[in-house]
């Protein structure tokens, strides 16, 4: 499912980074930074998307960070129990960094973190990982670019961690690689890398070795490092070293010589994957978790085991029997307060529920947070409470043993603060959950499960929409968790579309005189893909569908609501008169085109494909090519016509070896004018008229004098301003955008994994 969304997103994105030079605009662009700075904030969902990495500082009080596939890196605020993005930094053609492969938290100078960033190893991602170093816990940071890629939304990702600090010299870094490039160490703290030559084993297990794009077929390499603390001593190099390699039969190395040799650990089970290694100093314990997967989807049969590491004993001290498995291991954490607590997770029973295992006596025995009483009826040593997140429960009434809100899924990262022994936190595959009484778990009390999420967003951004009245302010089309309606920017929304729930919401749109009237397209399975809102889409109901429909590509609703033009993915363009009873395919415009309404006439709908500019006249039935030249022959194309004036469109978009920037029409498509100075544009939206002007303000992401940002024009395009600063640029950001047409100067900027972000004037 997340696969799915990223793929859409990133082979747009590709089409434009991949663009290569660019003809030059004909006259330098006119542009300033904001006299009055913005305001950058998110609209808040609180998650939505997958948390494959939480870590606690063992030396600092309250200092923990987690790691998202595609959103960046978090910092946890102990005073608001809050999260603070923090590579909000990485900018456009750095897009990849967004993805966090592993996070390493430095325990003898608390101040330092690290991050391994980058989103593919496949060419999805043009560019090479690299190495992220702070001195001041993320506010600001120093890179080292790797000859290899990361892959931080890579299959594996759950597993780690793959980046670790030396607990005794902190200068000392390891960084195990994906792809057969092996393990790589820095010793001046990571400044600079260089691999570990005398590793024997750089990994061989691939998730599908068939798949020829090279996403499930990567090698997924080194997969984490662990040190033993105790054969250190301040100031010099740590002996024990332990590492996880991606190989069913070789899973485990050690190193008794601060890396000088490594050797296989002889008598290691195998057959299986080792997702996480974790070392209990105090008792001489490594405890591993296996599944026969390298997740985070799938998983079918895993075991815990736990090394003795005086001896070289190993014990199975799985809580339940393989033949009983249908899930594989992975999160797994030691409580530093009393170290013979540990706990580890089925992170990939998707069915009924994820599970949770703890046990007081290192792996002696285990109980569970939940247990069957006759089935299908379930006792919980816990409750959950999802009041501050409540879509959590995505409007299911689940029949027994089945719940609603689950305690998650795809639940590979799992902490016990080495602080506070009552506190944990976990990730899954749509938030961060905790809680702040797990020790009631050991005296037949219940713990009670919320979520600590607020703060991290992690939504993918496929179309935003935001109406001239009603009560709603935003309308977001999202990957993964549909969307939602937001009445009130600060606040969670009760719930996401739902009636039906898409997996994705591709599209989305509001007849512009009639905005009570909404249509969404997205995703699912077996359909239906298309849903209708009357009342500003606070409910909605499933359209028909026309017969071939395989996913929602882009829809668009006439401007007094009247009619419906839709371009789904799987058949052509279809168009409807009333709310999509039966489809009636469109003549003259080819499958795929992105198709938009005018804002005036009902009647007239727009097209494009292929750098062909398509318009009807006549409410969908027929569309004619335009006559314009001129315009970019790739896909990667958003445009919108203005509201208020029939037929001024704006068009953004480019792709390889095309013209790429933003062109303006004011007859209707017929002609089009590209604008001097805008080197390249992704998006286009419009927001309320500044108070000294007549037309609508513009907003855009673009490069508008060599400079990548978000722009705004208040004169037409004549001038544009740079809305947000080299601290604020989210990765990629070429999905959507669009102003408010009731706030002047306030924006609404897509993100690919950072949700959705809107500022405001500070002034």
């Known amino acids: 499912m997340r696969r799915t969304r990223i793929l859409t997103a990133v082979l747009a994105l590709t089409a434009g980074l991949l663009a290569g030079a660019v003809p030059s605009s004909p006259a330098a662009a006119e542009t300033t930074l904001a006299a009055t700075p913005y305001t950058w904030k998110n609209a808040r969902i609180d998650g939505g998307g997958f948390v494959p990495g939480i870590v606690f500082n063992r030396s600092e009080k309250n200092l923990a960070y987690a790691r998202t596939d595609i959103g960046g890196a978090y910092r946890w605020q102990e005073s608001t129990k809050t999260w603070t993005p923090l590579l909000d930094s990485v900018g456009w053609d750095d897009w990849g960094h967004t993805g966090v492969v592993s996070l390493a938290s430095d325990a003898v100078d608390p101040n330092k973190v690290y991050a391994a960033v980058g989103m593919y190893t496949n060419s999805w991602d043009p560019g090479n990982g690299a190495v992220l170093r702070s001195a001041d816990k993320g506010a600001t940071w120093q890179k080292t670019d790797l000859p290899f890629k990361l892959g931080g939304n890579m299959p594996g990702r759950g597993m780690g961690e793959r980046l670790a600090v030396d607990p005794n010299k902190d200068s000392v870094l390891y960084l195990g690689a994906p792809s057969g490039k092996g393990l790589w160490r820095s010793t001046d703290s990571g400044v600079t890398w260089s691999q570990v030559g005398n590793f024997p084993n750089v990994g061989d297990y691939q998730q599908d070795p068939s798949d020829t794009s090279g996403y499930a077929s990567d090698n997924q390499g080194i997969v984490w490092v662990t040190f033993d603390e105790s054969t250190g001593t301040a100031g010099s190099a740590t002996k024990t070293v332990y590492v996880g390699v991606a190989d069913k039969d070789n899973a485990v190395y050690r190193s008794t010589d601060a890396g000088a040799t490594w050797q296989r650990l002889a008598g290691q089970p195998t057959g299986y994957l080792a997702h996480k290694g974790v070392l209990d100093a105090k008792n001489g314990y490594l405890y591993l978790s296996y599944s026969d997967k390298g997740g985070p989807y799938d998983g079918g049969k895993g075991q815990l085991w736990r090394y003795a590491t005086a001896t070289g004993t190993w014990t199975n001290i799985s809580p339940v029997a393989e033949a009983d498995t249908y899930y594989g291991f992975s999160g797994l954490t030691v409580d530093r307060q009393h170290p013979g607590t540990v706990m580890a997770t089925a992170y990939s029973s998707w069915w009924p529920d994820t599970q949770i295992f703890r046990s007081t006596d290192s792996g002696g025995t285990w109980t569970k947070a939940w247990d069957y009483t006759s089935y299908p009826n379930r006792a919980d040593r816990y409750t959950m409470d999802v009041s501050s997140s409540p879509w959590l429960t995505w409007n299911t009434y689940p029949s027994p043993p089945e719940q609603t809100p689950k305690l998650g899924w795809m639940t590979e990262a799992l902490e016990i603060d080495p602080f506070d022994s009552a506190r944990m936190m976990y990730g899954t595959g749509a938030t961060l959950y905790g809680t702040e009484n797990l020790t009631n778990w050991d005296s037949g009390g219940q713990f009670t499960v919320r979520p600590m999420v607020r703060g991290l967003e992690e939504t993918a951004v496929n179309d935003l929409a935001a109406p001239p009245s009603g009560g709603a302010q935003l309308l977001s089309a999202l990957g993964d968790i549909g969307g939602f309606r937001h009445t009130d920017l600060t606040k969670v929304p009760p719930m996401m579309f739902t009636s039906p729930t898409f997996t994705s919401t591709t599209s989305l749109d509001y007849a512009e005189t009639n905005p009570n009237v909404v249509v969404r397209v997205g995703d699912l399975d077996t359909g239906p893909r298309i849903a209708f809102s009357t009342d500003n889409g606070a409910n909605w109901w499933a359209g028909s569908e026309p017969s071939g429909v395989s996913g929602g590509g882009t829809v668009a609703a006439a401007a007094d609501g009247s009619r419906f033009v839709w371009s789904p993915a ?194």
Do not use: C, M
């Open 570 to 763: 799987g058949t052509g363009v279809q168009y409807t008169t009333g709310f999509g009873t039966s489809w009636t395919a469109s003549s003259g415009i080819p499958a795929g085109a992105v198709v938009e309404s005018d804002r005036v006439d009902p009647k007239t709908f727009y097209g494009f494909k292929s750098g062909k500019f398509y318009v009807s006249s006549d409410g969908g039935a027929t569309f004619t090519a335009s006559s314009a030249t001129g315009l970019p022959s790739g896909d990667s194309i958003r445009f919108k016509a203005l509201p208020g004036t029939k037929g001024d469109i704006w068009l953004a978009g480019g792709a390889t070896n095309s013209a790429y920037g933003l062109w303006h029409s004011t007859d209707g498509g017929t002609t089009f004018t590209k604008l001097a100075g805008v080197d390249q544009a992704d998006t286009i939206g419009f927001g309320r008229a500044a108070p000294s002007a007549t037309y609508q303000t513009l907003y855009t992401s673009a490069k508008i004098g060599g400079v990548r940002g978000i722009f705004r024009s208040t004169d037409k395009g004549a001038t544009w301003t740079r809305i947000n600063d080299d601290t604020h640029q989210w990765g990629w950001t070429g999905a959507a955008i669009t102003g408010d047409p009731r706030v002047y100067g306030r924006v609404y900027v897509s993100t690919n994994g950072r949700g959705v972000v809107y500022g405001d004037p500070a002034a």
